[in-house]
């Protein structure tokens, strides 16, 4: 009984936050809108700031439906393949009999490694039961990382060379064995999550279905681990990414740089014709590999989980780098996306209307929409606790984010409820009626990331320096931190 009693006030603490913060919501939009009349209203402002909310709508509505439409004619008559959580329909690529009688042929699992050594143990003891597939690189350690690694039985190449983990990863398939026809790249700080940690496949299934298909490369779901306030909003953002992003793309989707699994032969040619940057390294090699007619799906059937950035600061650092990649890999392979898009429309949208248009191209007018919306906010908070100190305007109605935040609770509710696992939604449900923020706020890194880049290009400096390509870094030269980007 006192168990019982227990889960309850559990479930009913994880309900109350989320409750509360609505609750606080709604006394803001109520206050808000009995006091917006006096600012002026204007359509255009409205629209403008707004604008956010409009583009993540519609491009959830098309994803959504995308999905369904890529999935729907799957069956289940091949084991645990079945249409969740994949963006093809793999049963359709491989005969009932023949995934039941052919064995996974070999694989590697391969890492590049640099001053790992206060997370060595971690790390084998997370891939001791896949050690005997593990190859590492080091990419010029200057810790004892080698010699623990070493001394422990696991095989690590170290030549001294820093190359970049996609330099690093190229010289690495060249050790491998020549049976090998199948590497998975991951980060040495991932867990490939077991059948009782979600995932509904082990890895050996994974990589038999992945051989079967002929694809290039195969995707599987990404998850944050737990772990405080900033890792809620980052487990959603996740959730969303994964199984509405990549499960809408069919067979054009995008590998990850936490973990991707590879065709060896197609990995060796995309890397031949890499920049080798470590900026969008896993976008690059999507993009070379799509432009020459290969395919790449997404099967959430296997989970992998890693640790978020943890403090803002680390955070804001990483997607400064993420958009800094991926405006870079976008002008630098135009000519390859322009060639991935005409493969099918929904590829034209992803890449040409979507990153193209609404991400890249749309940035300015959506930074204005953020600077709407925020004076919108504080022309709100002025009117409800600061006695109307400062001045009114139409441009600065409380109006525009009362309307801007409960579009976008409504659009995260759904988004809750068709997108996340259930067995998650627990975690990210309390940071739901807040995700308006969090999109806000992604418009700074972005504008930064972007700025990086051209500030490169035109004067051989960054706005600021991510934690990707330090100076303070022995690996980065003065010519790689100048074009290494």
């Known amino acids: 009984m006192r168990g019982r009693h227990r889960m309850k006030v559990q479930r009913l603490w994880s309900v109350l936050p989320p409750l509360a913060v609505c609750g606080l919501l709604a006394g803001w939009i109520a206050l808000s809108l009995s006091t917006a009349h006096a600012f002026g209203f204007s359509i255009f402002f409205f629209a403008l700031a707004n604008l956010i909310v409009y583009t993540d709508a519609l491009d959830f509505a098309m ?9 729907a004619t799957a069956g289940s008559s091949l084991g645990n393949i079945a249409g969740g ?29 640099y001053n790992l050594e206060e997370e060595v143990d971690a790390f084998m003891s997370t891939f001791a039961a896949q050690r005997d597939r593990v190859w590492l690189i080091s990419d010029g350690s200057t810790d004892n990382t080698v010699m623990r690694l070493r001394q422990a039985g696991w095989r690590c ?20 064995p020549a049976q090998v026809e199948t590497v ?53 953002e996740y959730a969303l990414a994964f199984r509405v992003g990549r499960e809408s793309l069919a067979d054009f989707s995008i590998t990850s740089g936490g973990v991707s ?18 900026y969008a390294e896993d976008l690059e090699n999507a993009v070379i590999l799509l432009s020459h007619g290969e395919r790449i799906y997404y099967d959430g059937r296997l989970v992998v989980s890693t640790e978020g950035p943890g403090s803002l600061r680390r955070w804001f650092s990483q997607r400064v780098g993420w958009y800094h990649g991926l405006i870079k890999v976008y002008f630098e392979r135009f000519s390859d996306i322009l060639r991935i898009s005409r493969r099918s429309p929904f590829a034209a949208y992803h890449y040409l209307v979507y990153v193209g248009g609404l991400s890249i191209t749309l940035h300015v007018v959506k930074m204005l929409s953020a600077s709407l919306l925020l004076l919108s906010f504080l022309s709100g908070l002025d009117v409800l606790l600061l006695d109307d100190i400062g001045p009114r305007s139409s441009f600065a109605n409380p109006e525009y984010f009362v309307a801007a935040l409960s579009s976008y609770l409504a659009l995260g509710v759904i988004a809750l409820f068709s997108s996340v696992p259930k067995e998650e939604r627990a975690y990210t449900a ?37 934690h990707y390509e330090s100076p303070a870094d022995p690996r980065v030269t003065a010519a790689t931190a100048k074009w290494a980007v």
Do not use: W
């Open 430 to 466: 309390p940071i739901v009626p807040l995700y308006l923020c969090y999109a806000i706020l992604h418009i700074v890194p972005i504008t930064i990331g972007f700025g990086n880049f051209f500030a490169l290009k035109l004067f051989g400096r960054r706005i600021y320096q991510d």
């Open 157 to 176: 190449i170290d030549d001294g060379a820093n190359r970049r983990k996609p330099g690093a990863i190229r010289r690495l398939l060249e050790e491998l």
């Open 85 to 113: 959580n994949m963006s093809i329909n793999l049963a359709a690529l491989i005969p009932p009999p023949t995934a039941r009688m052919l064995p996974a042929s070999p694989y590697a699992i391969i890492a590049s490694v």
């Open 261 to 278: 699994f590879y065709r060896r032969e197609a990995l060796t040619r995309a890397l031949r014709q890499h920049s080798l940057s470590v």
């Open 184 to 236: 998975v790249v991951i980060d040495p700080d991932v867990r490939i999550r077991g059948l009782d940690e979600g995932s509904s496949i082990d890895v050996e299934q994974f990589v038999r279905d992945f051989q079967q298909s002929g694809a290039a490369a195969a995707c599987p779901r990404i998850m944050i681990e737990p772990d405080g306030f900033l890792a809620r909003f980052q487990a959603f």
């Open 63 to 71: 994803r959504l439906y995308m999905r369904r439409r890529h999935t």
